[in-house]
C-alpha cells in the first residue's frame, strides 16, 4: 500500500516569500499525486495534481509542484506568498485499484 | 447549490443521540466516500461508494451507519457515539476510481458530550 509523508508540521513565511512544502511517498510504480487546501472551518480543495507527462505541474491560485521519481517527492512551491495562502495543506498519492492516502498536513502561518 | 454539500455543519449530540449526516454532490459524480478528520492525524478514510455500492468500509465501528440511496446522496447515521468520535466528518465525490480527484464538501464538525 501507498503511503505520504509531510515533514513539517507548521511552516512561518513572510508575506511576498517564497514557499516549498515537502512531500514524500512510497508506492512502487508511478503514484497519483494531489495537492489539496484547507482553509479553517472549510473542506479540502484540490490545487493541483500529477497523473503522468511533464514533472512541472501549475496549479490553481500560483501554485506548482515537482514529481521526482529518484527522490519519490512531490513537492509544492508558490514564489511570492498572500495572506490568503494561511492554511493548512495535504498531500495525498492514489494508485489504481486502490484509495487515496493523505498525509499528516502542514499548516502555512503567513506573517505581515 | 453547486459542489458538495454537507448538513449539518455543526452537530453536538450526547452519547445515547442517533442522528444523521447529510452529503449531496452537484457534480454528476459516482463514487461518494466518508472521511474522518481528527486534529493533527491524517484523513481517516471511512467508507467509499461506487454506483450507489459500498466498496470499501475500512474497519469502521457499526455505530457508524453509512447510506447511499443514489449517486448523488450520502448520509451517514450515527448511534450510541463515544467522545472520541468527536472530529471533523467530511464528504467527497468523484468519478468512479481511485485516479480521480475528489472534491470535498465543508465539514460538519461533530461533538459528542
Known amino acids: 500500500a501507498q503511503s505520504v509523508t509531510q515533514p513539517d508540521i507548521h511552516i512561518t513565511v513572510s508575506e511576498g516569500a517564497s514557499l516549498e512544502l515537502r512531500c514524500n511517498y512510497s508506492?512502487?510504480?508511478?503514484?497519483?499525486l494531489f495537492w489539496y487546501v484547507q482553509s479553517p472551518g472549510q473542506g479540502l480543495q484540490l490545487l493541483l495534481k500529477y497523473f503522468s507527462g511533464d514533472t512541472l505541474v501549475q496549479g490553481i491560485k500560483g501554485f506548482e509542484a515537482e514529481f521526482k521519481r529518484s527522490q519519490s517527492s512531490f513537492n509544492l512551491r508558490k514564489p511570492s506568498v498572500h495572506w490568503s495562502d494561511a492554511a493548512e495543506y495535504f498531500c495525498?498519492?492514489?494508485?489504481?485499484?486502490?484509495?487515496?492516502?493523505f498525509g499528516a498536513g502542514t499548516t502555512v502561518t503567513v506573517r505581515a | 447549490e453547486t459542489g458538495v454539500t454537507q448538513t449539518p455543519r455543526h452537530l453536538v449530540m450526547g452519547m445515547t443521540n442517533k442522528k444523521s449526516l447529510k452529503c449531496e454532490q452537484h457534480l454528476g459524480h459516482n463514487a461518494m466516500y466518508w472521511y474522518k478528520q481528527s486534529a493533527k492525524k491524517p484523513l481517516e478514510l471511512m467508507f467509499v461508494y461506487n454506483f450507489k455500492e459500498q466498496t470499501e468500509n475500512n474497519s469502521v465501528p457499526s455505530r457508524f451507519s453509512p447510506e447511499c440511496p443514489n449517486s448523488s446522496h450520502l448520509f451517514l447515521h450515527l448511534h450510541t457515539l463515544q467522545p472520541e468520535d468527536s472530529a471533523l466528518y467530511l464528504c467527497?465525490?468523484?468519478?468512479?476510481?481511485?485516479?480521480?480527484?475528489?472534491?470535498f464538501g465543508p465539514g460538519t464538525r461533530l461533538t459528542v458530550t
Open positions: 467527497a465525490s468523484s468519478l468512479a476510481g481511485p485516479s480521480y480527484e475528489q472534491y
Open positions: 508506492y512502487g510504480a508511478t503514484p497519483y
Open positions: 495525498a498519492v492514489g494508485a489504481p485499484a486502490d484509495k487515496l492516502s
